[in-house]
T-cell receptor
Framework: GAGVSQSPRYKVAKRGQDVALRCDPI?????LFWYQQALGQGPEFLTY????????KSGLPSDRFFAERPEGSVSTLKIQRTQQEDSAVYLC??????????????FGQGTRLTVV | EDKVVQSPLSLVVHEGDTVTLNCSYE??????LLWYKQEKKAPTFLFML????IEKKSGRLSSILDKKELFSILNITATQTGDSAVYLC?????????FGTGTSLTVIP
């Protein structure tokens, strides 16, 4: 597609519910990132994929968070047993190259998750 | 621990004013510095800076990097209401884009 596409745009989950957020990166982009952005804050890194390999997941806040990119294209961020502190905008970004070269990331519109 | 610090946190100016936004960084593995503009949606890419002293320019926006003093500035001249947004600075550290908290710019007509 022309840009990074995320779905759903908005998600309301009851506390304890599992959610799955989807990201369609720009076609052919090697790198894919997930970020969490709280109100008034900058994006906080969650995880980084190079093709299907998850190279860094150091930003995932707990073992309730899981991300995958099985075929090196579409990615899913799953949050199990959601808590109120998980409420945030989840941004996905992709870049043409790996981070070993100078490259820019292109962001999707984000999924706003509200846990009630 | 890696740090990217932006200042000021927020700024209110009148149309036509010139603004300078600051970004300082301390990261263990610096590859490049990027500026993004974020309105009520996805951050949109503005500039990528890799070399000191070379100004990048796009219309009324310009940016420069100082790798010795570890900072960058983003200038916006003749501001317009459409420039109102959060401006984010990020560094490519080799394993992520590490973001600052952003500067919120409001341009009043």
């Amino acid at each position: 597609g022309a840009g990074v596409s995320q779905s759903p745009r908005y998600k309301v989950a009851k506390r304890g519910q599992d959610v799955a957020l989807r990201c369609d990166p720009i076609s052919g982009h090697v790198s894919l990132f997930w970020y969490q952005q709280a109100l008034g804050q900058g994006p906080e890194f969650l995880t980084y994929f190079q093709n299907e390999a998850q190279l860094d997941k150091s930003g995932l806040p707990s073992d309730r968070f899981f991300a995958e990119r099985p075929e090196g294209s579409v990615s899913t961020l799953k949050i199990q047993r959601t808590q109120q502190e998980d409420s945030a905008v989840y941004l996905c970004a992709s870049s043409l190259e790996t981070l070993l070269v100078n490259t820019e990331a292109f962001f999707g519109q984000g999924t706003r998750l509200t846990v009630v | 621990e890696d740090k990217v610090v932006q200042s000021p946190l927020s700024l209110v100016v009148h149309e036509g004013d010139t603004v300078t936004l600051n970004c300082s960084y301390e990261v263990t593995n610096f590859r490049s510095l990027l500026w993004y503009k974020q309105e009520k949606k996805a951050p949109t890419f503005l500039f990528m800076l890799t070399s000191s002293g070379i100004e990048k320019k796009s219309g009324r926006l310009s940016s420069i990097l100082d790798k010795k003093e570890l900072f960058s500035i983003l200038n916006i001249t003749a501001t317009q209401t459409g420039d109102s947004a959060v401006y984010l600075c990020a560094t490519n550290t080799g394993n992520q884009f590490y973001f600052g908290t952003g500067t919120s710019l409001t341009v009043i007509p």
